[in-house]
């Protein structure tokens, strides 16, 4: 087990068999909050549980993730930290999976991508994948499409993800792909579309296409069944405010069309269609007003 003041082990000895590592750090894109909520989904299916925390101070600038402060008639009952874990569960299938959660460090990001595959390697980590999803113009009437990251070209032969081309500042998970991959273990972020209307707003279709993207990269299969139960339930929400406005529908046919046209497997992705987005924003803020009225 790997010896670093900047981890704090919950356990003496993890004891694993060829784990898969799910990293999920908030504070990079993550549109709808679709990689938290498919990230959330493997914890739970797995009956994850914490077996290490990264040490706050070293990581964590606490004035810009100030602690929570839990005040009760003048009683300073708790504080609640910011704090990256590591998790550990098993597949009803039995599977080991590793998850990496909680916020992107705010410093030392070097120390620890270091750290990081120091531990995949002394456990035996297979494979990372790294959860997020990002606003595009699609349609919600279609499936989530998703692009892949990796440093490695046998990884990306591997899947049949879209592929895209652009300059984008790094998040934390792009540096563990590289770090992981120098120690030759296969690394790849998972990237879900999301409708640009609804990419403010919680999408379960993302996160479905996410778990969807899990499997076909690792073998890992985790139930989506309550998040496709959202799924449906929204469908018909979205589907019904669309309805209301003709040009609402004349942008949705339009995405339909593009969406379609370039379903392929494995094609590139640059700079995405090109389409008039103020409809879309017009949209969004009355699916929005349309919840709230329902809730």
Known sequence: MIDDPAVNWLIDEP???EPVLVVMLTGWIDAAG?????????????????IARFDDDTFIDFRARR????????????????TIELRSGRTPDGRD???????????????FGKVVADIAVDVGVTTMVGFGAYPF???????????????????????T????????????????????????????????QVPHYVSTMAYPAASVALLEGL???????????????????????LDDTVAENSEHQSMLHQLEELYDASDEPGESIDDGPSLEMRSGDDLAAEIQQFLRDQD
């Open 137 to 159: 113009a699609a349609p919600h009437t279609r499936p989530s499409r998703l692009s892949v990251s990796s440093p490695s070209t046998d990884v990306l032969a591997s899947v």
């Open 97 to 111: 999976v590793l998850m990496l959660l909680g916020p992107e460090p705010d410093m030392a990001w070097n120390r």
């Open 34 to 50: 679709a990689g938290a909520a498919a990230a959330e989904a493997v914890s739970d299916g797995c009956n994850a549980a914490p």
């Open 161 to 192: 993800f879209a592929r895209s081309s652009v300059d984008v500042p790094a998040g934390m998970a792009a540096v563990l792909e590289h770090a992981l991959h120098a120690r030759k273990v296969p690394a790849l972020g998972i990237w879900a």
């Open 215 to 237: 499997r076909e990269a690792t073998g890992v299969s985790i139930s989506s069944e309550e998040l496709e139960r959202e799924v449906s339930g929204l469908r018909r929400r």
């Open 67 to 82: 602690p929570t402060l839990e005040l009760r008639d003048g009683l300073n009952t708790d504080l609640s930290w910011s």
């Open 15 to 17: 004891m694993l068999h």
